[in-house]
């Protein structure tokens, strides 16, 4: 079995951005310093996440970052300004389209 890592950047701005792996089909979203590695459906839940802003809490600092987003990990959080949130969200809606074609595709490849 061949196992293909072509990696196709579908969009990308200073601090980030979205590509998926044609071989393995994750998604890999990088935001600053994170890396988020998604699945096709997890991106779009991501993506619904970070548009909505849910699951965040306001978190008071002296640095701007001042929505928290809980993680699964215990005692690991993310922080982010209303401008992460607009740069990040317009990354995510720049990819959104595409990869939501290749969802399609990868469903009627299935069956």
């Not at 601090?15 to 089909?25: F, H, L, N, P, S």
């Not at 699951?55 to 401008?83: I, Q, V, W």
């Amino acid at each position: 079995m061949k196992h293909n890592h072509n990696f196709r950047t579908l969009a990308e701005n200073t601090i980030g951005y979205v590509g998926i792996c044609d071989g393995c089909r994750t998604v890999n979203v990088a935001f600053q310093n994170s890396l988020f590695c998604l699945t096709l459906d997890q991106f779009e839940t991501f993506s619904e996440m970070i548009f909505e802003r849910q699951a965040m809490r306001p978190f008071c600092t002296t640095h701007g970052k001042e929505l928290l987003l809980p993680t699964p990990m215990p005692n690991y959080f993310l922080l982010f300004s209303d401008d992460d949130l607009n740069s990040l969200s317009t990354l995510l809606r720049e990819a959104a389209p595409v990869l939501a074609a290749e969802q399609i595709l990868d469903l009627s490849r299935a069956n």
